[in-house]
């Protein structure tokens, strides 16, 4: 029987490229998205047998690619990994108007979840972030969304920006709340080697926001969300009752995927490998039925049980001890007893018999308190 796997399908192409994105991305051409397409496909061919447990085509800005094209992808794509016809099918897409007149034609083709890029309500933040859209496309683009059947829609919004204030925060979550979404996540922003953020910080590092400020709008997150109903089921995720994304709980269990695409990472059968960010690198060897280029570790005892540590202790429900026993074959609390007695009594781990979780203290510095289980 084939494998199961969450199956992740990068569409590196965006009407305009955004000065804070690292991710492998180039302004669309139809020429160069055109033989990339025919790349992907040759990929899909050669791909290993899997049994498709969620399909996310992310980006880049898929909804830039022509609906008859990313219809045609969707299809194929469903049918190669043989999905089950509620298995969640995530798109995302830009606010843009102009590019989201087909949501009804992604959702005949089995698209059920759409991601949207909001990142901001705020017109100011927005130019500073280089987004073209506005509040009143945001909105315009969700109605249309729910007239087309999709009943699960999440949005991303972005803290931390330059010239953004707890109270600007505040109103982002506010407007996000009263249009509905089903599911949100905010992002600190981070700065990224080599993207025109960086070089800004460098030259200009007081424009960017203090981490005080920064905890402080992470706790506005939390704190409005979940008054709104929104369960906070990971650090960065929010999510209303029975609307978490399954495509990323996969991820977060260390469950097994494939990315197929430019610069797009699996884990399949213990090995994490990665494709080549070179667009014509990837375009070249695809079309030619070659081995993608880039790079692969296999991931082995502790480094393995590590990486899966810092995935689960970043859900609402951390480590559970029993599965972690059965799947990796250790008693959790014996192999981690030194970073867990201190982590527990700087209050940052709570132990329970059958789970350990960050505090809410822990969320706010989780990447120290997971790099002690990598360690």
Request: hydrophobic content about 40%.
């Amino acid at each position: 029987m084939p494998a199961p796997a969450a199956i992740y399908v990068h569409i590196p192409f965006c009407p305009y490229v955004c000065p804070y994105c690292d991710f492998a991305k180039w302004p669309y051409r139809q020429s160069w998205a055109e033989r990339y397409l025919d790349a992907l496909e040759a990929e899909i061919l050669a791909a290993p047998q899997l049994a498709g447990t969620s399909l996310f085509l992310g980006g880049g800005t898929p909804n830039t690619i022509p609906a008859e094209r990313l219809v045609a992808l969707v299809r194929r794509l469903r049918t190669r990994f043989d999905l089950e016809p509620d298995a969640e099918v995530t798109l995302e897409v830009n606010p843009d108007r102009a590019l989201c007149e087909a949501f009804e034609a992604y959702r005949a083709a089995g698209v059920n979840r759409l991601s949207i890029g909001v990142q901001s309500f705020e017109r100011q933040e927005l130019q500073t972030l280089g987004r073209r859209h506005d509040a009143s496309d945001v909105a315009e683009v969700t109605a249309r969304a729910r007239a087309a059947g999709f009943a699960d829609l999440s949005f991303d919004l972005i803290f931390a920006v330059p010239g953004q204030t707890l109270a600007s925060w505040q109103a982002s979550l506010d407007a996000a709340i009263r249009l509905e979404p089903d599911h949100v996540s905010t992002y600190g922003l981070t700065i990224e080697s080599g993207t025109p953020f960086a070089a800004w910080h460098a030259c200009e590092p007081g424009a960017f926001v203090e981490q005080d400020l920064e905890a402080e709008q992470y706790e506005a997150s939390i704190e409005r969300l979940t008054r709104a109903g929104f369960e906070h089921y990971e650090i960065s995720n929010f999510a209303k009752p029975g609307h978490r994304s399954r495509h990323n709980q996969n991820y977060w269990r260390n469950g097994e995927y494939l990315g197929l695409g430019v610069g797009a990472a699996s884990f399949l059968r213990g090995t994490r490998s990665v494709h080549t960010r070179d667009l014509g690198g990837y375009v070249r060897a695809a079309l030619a039925g070659e081995p993608i280029p880039g790079t692969s570790e296999r991931l082995d005892g502790p480094a393995r049980v590590g990486e899966a540590t810092m995935l689960a202790l970043r859900t609402a429900e951390g480590v559970d001890l029993q599965a972690f026993r059965e799947r990796y074959q250790i008693d959790f609390l014996a192999s981690y007893d030194a970073p867990i007695r201190a982590l527990e009594g700087a209050g940052m781990l709570e132990v329970t018999p059958t789970h350990v979780r960050l505090t809410h203290g822990g969320r706010f510095v989780a990447n120290d308190v997971c790099s002690e289980f990598i360690a």
